[in-house]
Nanobody, 122 residues
Framework: QVQLVESGGGLVQAGGSLRLSCVAS????????MGWYRQAPGKQRELVAI???????NYANSVKGRFTISRDNAKNTVYLQMNSLKPEDTAVYYC????????????????WGQGTQVTVSS
């Protein structure tokens, strides 16, 4: 089993900052990517930011220049620094890990955390 535990969500005023953390534990053979997705009420889950094992990153256009994703491979931890937050950033943020639990798996799989609420007030 792979477990992902997020932390760092909360309530913040517009223009403020939050830092999300996600720790992966359990049986992990290899990690392809780790990332953050979010889902607002009535909307589909969307990619926020993703980082590869080599450190390459990709961001949603709506968060470029405001959010920064980083990763500590030794700790199987991914972070999301969120600055200049806007009310439209309000959502449940989910941590994602794409990888394999053992060397026999031929394909990477997606694993998800339980989510952490981020609320930005205007």
């Amino acid at each position: 089993q792979v477990q992902l535990v997020e932390s760092g969500g909360g309530l913040v005023q517009a223009g403020g900052s939050l830092r999300l953390s996600c720790v992966a534990s359990g049986t992990i053979f290899s990690i392809n990517t780790m990332g953050w997705y979010r889902q607002a009420p009535g909307k589909q889950r969307e990619l926020v930011a993703i980082i590869t094992s080599g450190g390459s990153t990709n961001y949603a256009n709506s968060v470029k220049g405001r959010f920064t994703i980083s990763r500590d491979n030794a700790k199987n931890t991914v972070y999301l620094q969120m600055n200049s937050l806007k009310p439209e950033d309000t959502a449940v943020y989910y941590c994602n890990l794409n990888g394999r639990r053992n060397g026999f798996e031929v394909r990477n799989r997606d694993y998800w955390g339980q989510g952490t609420q981020v609320t930005v007030s205007s």
